[in-house]
């Protein structure tokens, strides 16, 4: 019993079609419960009720970082291993971590207005997620631009690779080009930074439900791909015949 | 491989090849923006390193799929892949054929647009080396765009999508050179990252290019 068993599309169908209603009826249960939780947190003495978008700005910032990485291993998957599930995992998961990046920087320009006075900062943090927001961009564009399936999950993965590398680069550059005013780590286990139990909970129930909602998402949105490549091949066997 | 960059050269220069275009657009470029700012020095001086490189990147970026498209329609790009030579190695030539006819001539007329912009005498030996160290990653990193986007019809807009993000890091230590070395500041930082930058792009990236060339010759 191995991992790559899974890479075989009809053993893959049945294992996620068992899972995914679990899937998304914890993905649910954990989102909607972290954030109504979080919704009755009490204000914070300096922040007032602004805090509480907390509960959907950190969790879609680190889905938004995870989904790339989660991309960078399915396509190195693709490309040594030739597995198809893989690269139309890669390929269902760049919407999803596109639309998280865009999450992490509407809540973050919402809650900049009241706190730092303004909507956009030209933040090291803020500029990193506006370049993954365009890696992303790049990424779809590509997918979506070239007909041969194989040849673009092939080009995908290359570009995947070096984005990554890229992404990462300017991560580090932009630290060097501005200053930052984005606080650090949210979950740093320093005391004195730690964050206080009464956010940091609800906070860990939201960052789960976001994984699993990202989960769900990227089972049916793959479950999708699969069926649409199926679709083709029954329509090129129709033209053919 | 040498005969490879005479002919790349040669090509380009010729009727057509459409050298000295992108350093027509840079002049152009620098001109619009007094319009857009207006002429004022104390507006313009503080601006001068970012519009310059960014009009180098533009200018860069206008050439781009001519690497590889038009060797790609009339089959001379199969010849290429079936040569002797490893692909990596026709990569490597081609992005250096492109950056002789573009990055250098960008390089060469920098620091004529440089006063037209009113950038300080002390900063025109940095805003060259920047662009001289800087110039190769972008043709190297446009190569990789190109080879991507070379089976594409319509692969223009898309290159600039994917090539531009990937400038970034190039960008911010380039105009950071400029801006050290006219304020007198210590630029030896920026211009260790930039250098560092060039050198692993153009160690690396034809690897990449050409198994993005290989997936669309298939």
Redesign the interface.
Known sequence: MSIWEYANPVKFMRVSGAMLPWVVASAVLCTAGGIAWGVLTPEDYKQGATVKIVFLHVPAAMMAINIWVMMLAASLIWLIRRHHVSALAAKAAAPVGAVMTLIALVTGAIWGQPMWGTWWEWDPRLTSFL?LF??Y??YI??WS??EDPD?AA??TG??C???SV??L??RY??L??NQGLHQGASLSVAPGERMSAVYRYPLYLSMLGFFLLFLALLLIRTRTEIRRRRLAALQAREMRA | MLSLLKRDLSLATRAGGGFGLAVAFFLILCALVPFGVGPATTALRPIAPGILWVGALLACLLSLDRIFALDHEDGSLDLLATAPIPLEGVVAVKALAHWITTGLPLVAAAPLFGVLLHLPGSAMPWLVASLLIGTPALSMLGA?GAA??V??RR?GL?LS??V???Y??TL??GT?IIRRGAERGDPAT?IL?LAG?TAGVVAL?PF?AA??LR??L?
């Open positions: 370049i365009l890696f961009a790049g564009a590509l631009a070239i040849s092939d080009l290359v570009l690779l070096v984005g890229f992404a680069l300017s550059a932009v060097f080009w | 990789f991507i986007t089976g594409l692969g898309l999508l994917l531009l993000p990937l970034i890091p911010i230590f950071e920026p990252f930058i990236v990449a198994a993005a997936v669309n298939r």
